[in-house]
T-cell receptor, first 113, second 112 residues
Framework: KAGVTQTPRYLIKTRGQQVTLSCSPISGHRSVSWYQQTPGQGLQFLFEYFSETQRNKGNFPGRFSGRQFSNSRSEMNVSTLELGDSALYLC????????????FGQGTRLTVV | GQQVMQIPQYQHVQEGEDFTTYCNSSTTLSNIQWYKQRPGGHPVFLIQLVKSGEVKKQKRLTFQFGEAKKNSSLHITATQTTDVGTYFCAEGGSGNTGKLIFGQGTTLQVKP
């Protein structure tokens, strides 16, 4: 069974640009969550999607957005990039998103210069 | 808002010594999950605790959930170099949600 796949693995962007990250969950998993990981702030929840609907949202500005497609694949978008957006962005999928085990992807390392 | 405090931030041990990381919350936790992240890797699920006072073991790892469901601990007996990494506790929400609130993590270094 394939794991959670995130693309791309690495990205370098310039301040002010926008970026889209992709996440393919484990087959059959309907819940996809996104997290930002930085050395200073640790792992912070961005948002969760379930059946194409955003079910939960963390405390991030509106520049951070996401969506989920009918096949459960998810994308997150960051507009008007800032230096502080440099981080490892992790996607996690779970079967029903009902407090059970979350499976994380390898992450996308975003560097904003 | 929700907050889960985890201590210590770092721990250096000699191989063979024991290791413990603690997770505390000011509010009652619905459930607690533990994850391990190896250097350069991604978090990997270890276990979930749901019941008050629950204790679960996985080989040399012992996980506990406090009676008041406000704290949890992970204890590793006789550490090995393969235990190196960052251990995170995470609160899972109640009801249908995949949202996890992570503690700051404890980074374990093991000297051979």
């Amino acid at each position: 069974k394939a794991g959670v796949t995130q693309t791309p693995r690495y990205l370098i962007k310039t301040r002010g640009q926008q970026v889209t990250l992709s996440c393919s969950p484990i087959s059959g998993h309907r819940s996809v969550s996104w997290y930002q990981q930085t050395p200073g702030q640790g792992l912070q929840f961005l948002f969760e999607y379930f059946s194409e609907t955003q079910r939960n949202k963390g405390n991030f500005p509106g520049r951070f957005s996401g969506r989920q497609f009918s096949n459960s694949r998810s994308e997150m978008n960051v507009s008007t990039l800032e230096l502080g957006d440099s981080a490892l962005y992790l996607c996690a999928s779970s079967l029903q998103g009902d407090n059970t085990e979350a499976f994380f992807g390898q992450g996308t390392r975003l560097t904003v210069v | 808002g929700q907050q889960v405090m985890q201590i210590p931030q770092y721990q250096h041990v000699q191989e063979g010594e024991d290791f413990t990381t603690y997770c505390n919350s000011s509010t009652t936790l619905s459930n607690i999950q533990w994850y391990k992240q190896r250097p350069g890797g991604h978090p990997v699920f270890l276990i979930q605790l749901v019941k008050s006072g629950e204790v679960k073991k996985q080989k040399r790892l012992t996980f506990q959930f406090g009676e008041a469901k406000k704290n949890s601990s992970l204890h590793i007996t006789a550490t090995q170099t393969t235990d190196v990494g960052t251990y995170f506790c995470a609160e899972g929400g109640s009801g249908n949600t995949g949202k996890l609130i992570f503690g700051q993590g404890t980074t374990l270094q093991v000297k051979p």
